[in-house]
């Protein structure tokens, strides 16, 4: 099956105007491959269960909003009621999107993926391995792909394969080694880019390393907030730092703009005693490869997908942070050494050979091999 001119409902488990991740990537390269891309966002609160709504991105991408006719609180507490009732929701929904080539879910929300008319079904999981019922979907999926073999080992299907994170197009043609220079002079620019309030974040280490390198500037890009008590005093410290600058949320191009300032970027997972609960959290990531496109050196965490790349990323072979200082102040004292130009250009080819169409490849050839 090729995947060029296709009907395909991409489902979602976070929203369209949120921060951009893999399903939006995914999203925008088969739209832009010449596919009829539905985006079906989680539900949405603020219209009516009766009609869905649409908005159009593009001519080849439509943004779908729908709202449950039942409290989904249902789902942690009554969770046979609360499928009985999604598989309802369900064909009100097919009902209006009508008949797809692709039904392709990355969200584990609805567990009978066949109530939506199509003739393929894909069930691509990136994480949640936490939810309720994340293993149901792939009973009705004729392929299931996942990020890391850590979750393809959850699940039973004879149909499951490895498709890695992959980078969008536009972090490809802005970041090129024209655009890229060795180490600056001056004050070094350090950056992490992520949710600040996400769990997985080891806030200790990071506020360790803020306090003990007052004289590098740390930039901060993504979304956050004060009304979770156990981030509050992270933001508050980031706030208060005199070397930190927080961005807040950036579209990609002012993202891209702002790495081609950066000299250093960190990946820093918590690898503390909740880890092995969350393992899949930091088994692979896609913000490795936007980090990479910059050419810039990593100082990173143990990331399984990224095991055997030392020369260019510097990662910690241990499942814990102990020696992330001392990882990240090796790499600024040989900063030069880290962001030569042999280096930089070979970070950016890694990351051209992990392009979300390359990966849409892989997976057009799997569709083929199981037809």
């Known amino acids: 099956m090729n995947l060029k001119g296709r009907r395909i409902l991409l489902i979602s488990p976070q929203d369209w105007d949120s921060i951009k991740l893999s399903k939006h990537h995914y999203a925008l390269e088969l739209a832009a491959r010449g596919n009829q891309v539905v985006f079906l966002n989680p539900p949405r609160k603020n219209i009516s269960f009766k009609k869905i709504r649409f908005e159009h991105i593009s001519k080849e991408l439509s943004v779908v909003d729908y709202n449950l006719f039942f409290p989904y609180a249902l789902k942690f507490h009554l969770y046979a009621l609360f499928n009985w009732l999604l598989n309802i929701?369900?064909?009100?929904?097919?009902?209006?999107?009508?008949?797809?080539?692709?039904?392709?879910?990355?969200?584990p929300l609805f567990p009978n993926l066949k109530g939506f008319k199509a003739d393929k079904y894909i069930y691509h999981v990136m994480?949640?391995?936490?939810?309720?019922?994340?293993?149901?979907?792939?009973?009705?999926?004729?392929v299931v792909l996942g990020v890391t073999d850590h979750i393809l080992s959850k699940f039973q299907s004879k149909n499951k394969y490895l498709i890695r994170h992959g980078l969008s197009g536009?972090?490809?043609?802005?970041?090129?080694?024209?655009?890229?220079?060795?180490?600056?002079?001056?004050?070094?620019?350090?950056?992490y880019t992520g949710n600040l309030n996400a769990s997985t974040i080891d806030r200790k280490i990071i506020m360790e390393l803020v306090t003990s390198n007052n004289g590098i500037r740390f930039n901060f890009i993504g979304p956050y907030h004060k009304n979770d008590e156990l981030t509050c005093g992270f933001i508050n410290f980031l706030e208060t730092s005199p070397?930190?600058?927080?961005?807040?949320?950036?579209?990609?191009?002012?993202?891209?703009?702002?790495?081609?300032?950066?000299?250093v970027f960190i990946l820093c997972y918590d690898k503390t005693s909740s880890f092995a609960h969350r393992r899949n959290k930091s088994g692979s990531s896609h913000k490795m490869l936007e980090y990479l496109a910059s050419g810039k050196v990593v100082v990173s965490s143990k990331v399984d997908a990224y095991q055997?790349?030392?020369?260019?990323?510097a990662m910690l072979q241990e499942d814990h942070n102990l020696k992330f200082q001392e990882l990240f102040s090796k790499v600024i004292e040989n900063l030069n050494y880290f962001n030569s130009n042999e280096l930089i250009n070979k970070r950016i080819e890694m990351a051209k050979e992990n392009s979300y169409q390359i990966r849409i490849n892989e997976i057009e050839a799997i569709l083929n091999k199981e037809n």
């Open 89 to 107: 929701q369900l064909k009100l929904i097919s009902r209006q999107l009508k008949h797809f080539d692709i039904v392709w879910s990355f969200s």
């Open 127 to 142: 994480d949640n391995l936490e939810e309720p019922g994340f293993l149901q979907p792939s009973q009705n999926a004729d």
């Open 170 to 191: 536009k972090f490809l043609s802005q970041m090129n080694p024209n655009s890229v220079t060795e180490a600056k002079k001056g004050i070094v620019d350090v950056c």
């Open 243 to 263: 070397n930190v600058v927080l961005h807040g949320k950036l579209e990609t191009s002012q993202m891209i703009t702002q790495y081609k300032m950066m000299d």
């Open 308 to 313: 055997g790349n030392q020369e260019l990323i």
